[in-house]
């Protein structure tokens, strides 16, 4: 379904002054490599109104359900059916947030191989991913907040490698989506002249591996159907 990976290498005062959340600047150590499962931040709208910065599981949970399950993928939602579907319907419609990120990874298939590439913004500053996030409680007290991520359709650019791509937030609709204002018309694709695609080292696809190398260059040549 995709996105499985992605990084968020800047610092936290950068976070801060890009989606303007209250409360202290957390320590945010650089994630090169953040996978399914894995806790990351994401921002959400209070009731009061204001933004929050809150870390999450990364693998949405349902309330009702008994907790985690691996067996089932739900670190992405498809922006064509989320409104209808039983796990997400509810968060869709209550529980939105931005997730903060500066790049993602993609495998492309060709001769029977995978080859990772990082994707990101061309200037590489960072933006948001479209998700919702959901506060599940145990019978014991325990609880989970965990989050997924919206796909959609991958734009001409995301298409050479896969054919969805995560649902990236202009900066000027912040607000409507994390005030749920406005839902179908924000999930389509990001404008594929506003971003850059390279391949990666295979080194990525160890989730255990989360340090620069994940987003260095490989040394190969990179095709020109992706660069063009």
Not at 72 to 87: G, I, L, W
């Amino acid at each position: 379904m995709m996105c499985g990976r992605y990084s968020l290498v800047a610092p936290a005062e950068a976070v801060r002054a890009l989606f303007k959340f209250e409360g202290a600047t957390p320590n945010l150590a650089p994630r090169y490599n953040i996978a399914p499962t894995q806790a990351a931040p994401v921002i959400i709208q209070r009731k009061d109104g204001e933004r929050e910065l809150v870390v999450m599981r990364w693998g949405f949970v349902p309330a009702w359900s008994k907790g985690p399950d691996n067996r089932y993928s739900m670190f992405n939602a498809r922006a064509e059916t989320v409104h209808e579907k039983q796990a997400y319907r509810v968060a869709f419609e209550k529980r939105r947030c931005l997730v903060p990120v500066d790049g993602f990874y993609e495998w492309r298939e060709s001769s029977g191989t995978k080859m990772p590439y990082r994707i990101s913004l061309i200037d590489e500053s960072l933006f948001a991913f479209a998700g919702l996030w959901e506060h599940w409680e145990g019978s014991d007290g325990s609880f989970i907040e965990s989050f997924t991520i919206i796909t959609t359709r991958a734009n001409s650019l995301i298409s050479r490698i896969h054919d969805r791509m995560p649902v990236i937030m202009p900066l000027e609709v912040h607000a409507e989506w994390l005030g749920c204002c406005s839902a179908a018309e924000l999930l389509i694709p990001y404008s594929p002249e506003k971003m850059k695609a390279y391949p990666v080292d295979a080194y990525v696809n160890d989730a255990r591996h989360d340090d620069p190398m994940c987003i260095s260059p490989a040394g190969e040549s990179v095709p020109d159907e992706i660069m063009n």
